[in-house]
């Protein structure tokens, strides 16, 4: 941390953390899930070598980062950036202390996954009756029964199951399946492995409804139910998604209201896109009303190829300078995240999205 403040202008350097008691309710530590290797890379257009999937990910391992989401057991024919997912999950070094959980879209994939190594998955869905009808032709309730049966094997092999959420902007179907797969305006059933129909778990935050706020309110209740739902099978944690990028503290504000009453905030956490700047200020809504995991991408990897112009994920570099500035612990070294940054936007030839690198001069 120190180094990283060396590279910032004199003023900066001067200016303190300010004291959670001066800045509101707010933890005094948060969990960082990376999440860069599996849904930051899997909008790349090119394949990224499985060497260099792997050299990001042992990098991340050494910054501090206490989970690390490495890949996504899906179908290759959809998703053929994460193909090699076995050889990652594989190849890395994985150190005491770091979780490498993997996205897994139904039973198959689960088991693929666990036969490779994986200790810990996750899984997704929508907290929309229509949403679900159009992409896996059933309702809600029907989508949980699949669910269960990844439930049901996790806890015959004790492995940890979370749940993510995405948001389904404006009822525009634009992505489906979450940062994890990507199939707008076709059935779901197709993208699963094996052509088994792909089981939700990633739920829908909904919170741009373009600033509708009757809208809002409905479909945050309706997570809420879901979400209480996931809880009650069995999922240690849910991380709700702005995975478009068009919500604002406002609606933040509105989402978790609804959700907390349903979900304790222990087992929340948030998924923030980008694409309007606003992902830190949401980020911070929800760490006052006492979330302590957020996700996060390094370099600000990821983006919904639905919507023009979104951007990726919030970077991760500049989540914990804002938390540093905060006085709340990560235990995450800037500068070796930074440098990694630096790593995975040499090898993908492009400059990264954090702004606290680009101020640094990294790249």
Same mark, same amino acid.
């Given at each position: 941390?120190?180094?990283? #403040?060396?590279?910032?202008?004199?003023?900066? #350097?001067?200016?303190?953390?300010?004291? +959670?008691?001066? +800045?509101?309710?707010?933890?005094?530590?948060?969990?960082?899930?990376?999440?860069?290797?599996? %849904?930051?890379?899997?909008?790349?257009?090119?394949?990224?070598?499985?060497?260099?999937?792997?050299?990001?990910?042992?990098?991340?391992?050494?910054?501090?980062?206490?989970?690390?989401?490495?890949?996504?057991?899906?179908?290759?024919?959809?998703?053929?950036?994460?193909? @090699?997912?076995?050889?990652?999950?594989?190849?890395?070094?994985?150190?005491?202390?770091?979780?490498?959980?993997?996205?897994?879209?139904?039973?198959?994939?689960? $088991?693929?996954?666990?036969? +490779?190594?994986?200790?810990?998955?996750?899984?997704?869905?929508?907290? =929309?009756?229509?949403?679900?009808?159009?992409?896996?032709?059933? =309702?809600?309730?029907?989508?949980?029964?699949?669910?269960?049966?990844?439930?049901?094997?996790?806890?015959?092999?004790?492995?940890?199951?979370?749940?993510?959420?995405?948001? %389904?902007?404006?009822?525009?179907?634009?992505?489906?399946?979450?940062?994890?797969?990507?199939?707008?305006? #076709?059935?779901? =059933?197709?993208?699963?492995?094996?052509?088994?129909?792909? !089981?939700?778990?990633?739920?829908?935050?909904? !919170?741009?409804?373009?600033?509708?706020?009757?809208?809002?309110?409905?479909?945050?209740?309706?997570?809420?139910?879901?979400?209480?739902?996931?809880? =009650?099978?069995?999922?240690?944690?849910?991380? !709700?998604?702005?995975?478009?990028?068009?919500?604002?503290?406002?609606?933040? #504000?509105?989402?978790?209201?609804?959700?907390?009453?349903?979900?304790?905030?222990?087992?929340?956490?948030?998924?923030?896109?980008?694409?309007?700047?606003?992902?830190?200020?949401?980020?911070?809504?929800?760490?006052?009303?006492?979330?302590?995991?957020? @996700?996060?991408?390094?370099?600000?990897?990821?983006?919904?190829?639905?919507?023009?112009?979104?951007?990726?994920?919030?970077?991760?570099? @500049?989540?914990?300078?804002?938390?540093?500035?905060?006085?709340?612990?990560?235990?995450?070294?800037? $500068?070796?995240?930074?440098?990694?940054?630096?790593?995975?936007?040499?090898?993908?030839?492009?400059?990264?999205?954090?702004?606290?690198? $680009?101020?640094?001069?990294?790249?």
């Amino acid at each position: 941390m120190a180094a990283a #403040r060396r590279l910032l202008p004199r003023w900066a #350097r001067a200016l303190r953390p300010i004291s +959670a008691a001066a +800045a509101g309710a707010l933890p005094a530590r948060v969990k960082v899930v990376e999440v860069g290797p599996r %849904d930051g890379l899997q909008n790349e257009q090119s394949i990224v070598p499985t060497a260099v999937k792997i050299g990001l990910i042992d990098r991340l391992s050494h910054t501090g980062l206490p989970v690390i989401e490495a890949t996504s057991f899906v179908s290759p024919r959809w998703v053929p950036q994460m193909a @090699d997912h076995t050889e990652v999950m594989q190849g890395i070094k994985k150190l005491p202390g770091v979780s490498y959980p993997v996205l897994t879209p139904n039973l198959k994939g689960f $088991q693929a996954a666990v036969a +490779a190594g994986a200790k810990e998955v996750s899984i997704f869905g929508a907290a =929309s009756e229509l949403f679900t009808k159009k992409n896996i032709n059933c =309702s809600i309730e029907e989508s949980l029964e699949r669910f269960s049966e990844v439930m049901s094997a996790a806890r015959a092999a004790s492995i940890p199951v979370r749940g993510s959420g995405l948001a %389904d902007a404006d009822g525009g179907f634009r992505e489906v399946g979450g940062p994890g797969v990507f199939c707008a305006q #076709r059935n779901l =059933s197709h993208c699963a492995p094996g052509g088994n129909a792909l !089981l939700p778990a990633q739920w829908a935050s909904s !919170l741009g409804e373009r600033h509708d706020k009757a809208a809002l309110s409905v479909r945050a209740l309706a997570l809420g139910q879901v979400s209480k739902k996931m809880y =009650s099978m069995g999922c240690y944690e849910i991380s !709700l998604g702005d995975t478009i990028g068009i919500g604002t503290p406002g609606s933040m #504000r509105e989402m978790l209201t609804a959700v907390m009453k349903e979900v304790p905030v222990g087992a929340l956490a948030v998924h923030c896109h980008d694409t309007y700047g606003q992902a830190l200020a949401n980020i911070l809504v929800a760490l006052q009303m006492g979330v302590s995991v957020v @996700d996060a991408s390094v370099a600000g990897l990821g983006g919904c190829p639905y919507a023009k112009g979104a951007s990726g994920n919030v970077a991760t570099e @500049d989540l914990v300078y804002m938390l540093n500035g905060l006085g709340i612990h990560t235990g995450v070294d800037l $500068q070796k995240l930074m440098d990694t940054g630096t790593f995975i936007c040499n090898a993908l030839n492009r400059r990264t999205n954090s702004k606290v690198s $680009q101020a640094s001069c990294r790249l």
